[in-house]
């Protein structure tokens, strides 16, 4: 079992910048690979960024550029947390994002979700 919690995002103005945190507990080790997502625009949940477990990220043309993942170096206090950091942020940015694990054996878990605004 893994538990993901989200933290951060909020509102910024465009060009803002906003950062969201998701800190996974419980069996971590099994975690084989993450991913951010995002609803938007009244649009179907998509997906933005894929890391796997060789710690090589993808990420949609959409966000290319601007947003970056990461992982906390502090791995004894933070052993699993991820950060979507969102620069350059737009107005069509605003939505609720989500982390999302998939493990070994197969489990998907997913984080609640964490709402940016992005005014004009």
Excluded at 78 to 89: F, I, K
Excluded at 105 to 110: A, D
């Amino acid at each position: 079992q893994v538990r993901l919690v989200q933290s951060g995002g909020g509102s910024t103005h465009s060009g803002g910048s906003l950062r969201i945190s998701c800190a996974g507990s419980g069996n971590i080790n099994s975690i084989v690979s993450a991913t951010w997502h995002r609803e938007v625009g009244g649009r179907q949940r998509e997906l933005i960024a894929s890391t796997t477990v060789q710690n090589n990220t993808i990420y949609v043309e959409a966000v290319r550029g601007r947003f970056t993942v990461s992982r906390d170096s502090d791995r004894v206090t933070h052993p699993y947390t991820m950060y979507l950091q969102m620069n350059d942020l737009k107005p069509e940015d605003t939505g609720t994002y989500y982390c999302k694990v998939d493990t070994y054996p197969p489990r998907t878990y997913w984080g609640q979700g964490t709402q940016v605004t992005v005014s004009s």
